[in-house]
């Protein structure tokens, strides 16, 4: 039996489990009326429109609540400070939704921009419309209001992310600020290991160092075993063995935050063969550009 239907099988007996089925929003919260299901995640509402499936409620639900299982004050001031995690269909995107329906895209010098886009940013964005760029740039992105999308946390074949659970990315962004707001002795030690790793070049030309923000959430997905293979000189970095081994102030940070669990009951590919992309693994898989 593979990892990819024990996967499939978990959120279905997680969506048999779910004692309390898909509910508007309370109006105490102040949601958006477009938003008509709604599942608490430890306090942090997880809504979406009337066209996502149960199952991907559900999945995400238990997500959020794995990863904040280990500290319970981080939920509590992601709830507290008004943090919440939309779930968008596979025929919906980002400026479908009302908070996000005024969005532009980035300037040149917007810090979230990838090394690549910023060289190329005349051709990649530059021509572009302000929804045509964010259709095209995300599926899931974190923060206040934080977006996944159906097809993602369900590791359906058609994510443009297949391999990985952005979700838990998009996540990590939030226990970052949460840990900014609630543990400063913690939020330096990951201040230090990301410039530990700017001054040895550990994760070298990856996404992992655009910011402090992409840093840690990058290396969620490793602690949790749920990101696509990183190479570097030849070194693989898949798990959260290796990123132990690699990088191991980020590793000992991870451990602050998460404890020793390393896996997430519905994520779709915790442990999955589709971590590794087919074809012969290349020496470094940092964007040519």
């Not at 430890?42 to 500290?71: N, Q």
């Not at 779930?87 to 908070?99: C, G, K, S």
Request: hydrophobic share 40%.
């Amino acid at each position: 039996m593979s990892l990819r239907f024990l996967a499939i099988a978990s959120v279905a007996t997680l969506t048999a489990c779910a004692s309390v089925a898909a509910s508007p929003p309370p109006s105490a919260l102040g949601i958006p009326d477009f938003y008509t299901q709604y599942r608490d995640a430890d306090g942090i509402p997880v809504v979406s429109s009337g066209v996502v499936s149960e199952d991907a409620m559900v999945a995400a639900e238990a997500m959020i609540e794995d990863m904040l299982a280990f500290r319970p004050d981080l939920a509590k001031w992601l709830h507290d400070n008004g943090y919440r995690v939309a779930i968008i269909a596979e025929t919906e995107a980002l400026l479908d939704l009302p908070e996000n329906a005024h969005w532009t895209k980035p300037a040149p010098d917007d810090p979230r921009l990838t090394r690549c886009e910023k060289k190329h940013y005349d051709e990649r964005i530059g021509r572009l419309t302000d929804r045509a760029y964010w259709d095209a740039r995300a599926r899931g992105i974190g923060g206040q209001h934080t977006v996944g999308s159906e097809e993602d946390v369900l590791g359906l074949p058609t994510s443009r992310y297949y391999g990985e659970t952005i979700l838990v990315h998009e996540f990590a962004h939030n226990i970052l600020f949460a840990i900014q707001g609630t543990d400063p002795d913690l939020y330096d030690q990951v201040e230090a290991a990301y410039a530990n790793a700017q001054a040895n070049k550990l994760w070298f030309e990856e996404y992992n160092m655009t910011t402090v923000q992409e840093y840690w959430a990058e290396g969620t997905q490793f602690w949790f075993d749920s990101n696509r293979l990183q190479v570097f000189d030849g070194r693989r970095i898949l798990g959260h063995r290796d990123l132990e081994a690699y990088d191991p102030q980020l590793a000992a940070a991870l451990r602050a935050a998460y404890g020793d669990r390393h896996r997430l009951a519905a994520d779709p590919f915790w442990m999955s063969d589709a971590r590794v992309p087919p074809g012969p693994i290349p020496e470094n898989t940092a964007e040519v550009c």
